[in-house]
């Protein structure tokens, strides 16, 4: 069964840009990552430092393997000292 999540995401809003760039610039990457199903990207259209991450792997395997990737540490890393709080990641599920 394949595994969905939503990750949201906070940066000081004079950071926006930049963490649109470094996210931007791996997408490519992380999407080709085995297992990924979906990988898609999201600002809020009236404040764009929220940033919504949604994700979909084929499963767990999948999932771990994307959060040991060595692109998305080194994105991690540029991206957290640009972040007001830490991630929030919330699995979801069809619901209908």
Excluded: N, W
């Excluded at 997408?27 to 940033?51: C, K, N, T």
């Excluded at 994700?55 to 959060?67: T, V």
């Excluded at 692109?71 to 069809?94: D, G, K, N």
């Amino acid at each position: 069964m394949s595994v969905q999540q939503i990750v949201h995401m906070i940066v000081k809003p004079e950071h926006a840009p930049l963490g649109v760039a470094a996210v931007c610039s791996t997408l490519d990457q992380i999407r080709g990552e085995p297992g990924v199903v979906s990988y898609e990207f999201y600002s809020l259209a009236d404040d764009p430092s929220h940033m919504v991450f949604v994700e979909e792997y084929q499963d767990e395997a999948a999932l771990h393997a994307h959060l040991e990737m060595p692109h998305l540490a080194e994105l991690v890393s540029v991206l957290e000292p640009l972040m007001v709080q830490p991630f929030e990641v919330y699995r979801i599920e069809s619901a209908g």
